[in-house]
Structure formats: C-alpha cells, structure tokens
C-alpha cells in the first residue's frame, strides 16, 4: 500500500489548506482508518480527521467546524480541507492508513505518505 499527499505547500492566512491523499495498492472503500495527521517540530503527531471504508468522517474537536475530509472513489483518493487557517496550521502533513481512530504514534499507523511542509503565510 502507497499513499501520495498532493497540494499547495503555501497558503495564505484566513484561506482553505487543501491536501489530497492517492492511495494505491487497496481500495479506499474497504480499509479503515484513512486519516490526516500533522507534525509540528520538536511535537508529537496531531490527528486532525479520517475517514472510513464505509464513508464515515471522523475529526478533532478543534477542527470540527472548519475541517472536512471527503473521498473520491473512482480515483481512490481523500482529501483535508481546512478553512480560515491561521499561521498556527504550518506544519509537516501526512496521509496514513491507521488501525484505530485517533492515533497518537507511528506505531497506530500502518502506512503514511511521505509527509508534506504545509507553511500558512502571507
């Protein structure tokens, strides 16, 4: 299993951080937990949201308002859409695949995506 994370490695304050996922070697309507972590440095892994092999979407409470994670079947991709980011959000994003919801370390995750720098600013 392979995940690509695709997207703008800048974006600007009070606008969308958009990130896609490509999966291949599985289908991503029969593995769970697709999910969007963020790595601050020096931190551990934030958990921002997954989705699930049913469609189901899952977030942090301090996301819930601004985030969504969608899917695109046909191109077996996901994807992390956040709104009204501040420079806060500038951090290493990665696509994973995890055993459980809510992963805090690597070891929760059986694949990841390469890891992208994401910087919010003007």
């Known amino acids: 299993v392979q995940l690509q994370e695709s997207g703008p490695g800048l974006v600007k304050p009070s606008e969308t951080l958009s990130r896609t996922c490509t999966v291949s070697g599985v289908s991503i309507t029969t593995t769970s937990y697709l999910s969007w972590i963020r790595q601050l440095p020096g931190t551990g892994l934030e958990w921002r949201g997954a989705?699930?092999?049913?469609?189901?979407?899952y977030y942090t409470p301090s996301h819930k308002s601004r985030a969504s994670i969608s899917r695109d079947t046909s191109k077996n991709q996901f994807t992390l859409q956040l709104n009204s980011v501040t420079p806060a959000a500038t951090a290493v994003y990665y696509c994973a695949r995890a055993r459980s919801i809510q992963g805090k370390s690597w070891l929760d995750y059986d694949d990841r995506g390469q890891g992208t720098q994401v910087t919010v600013s003007s």
């Open positions: 989705i699930t092999a049913s469609g189901s979407m």
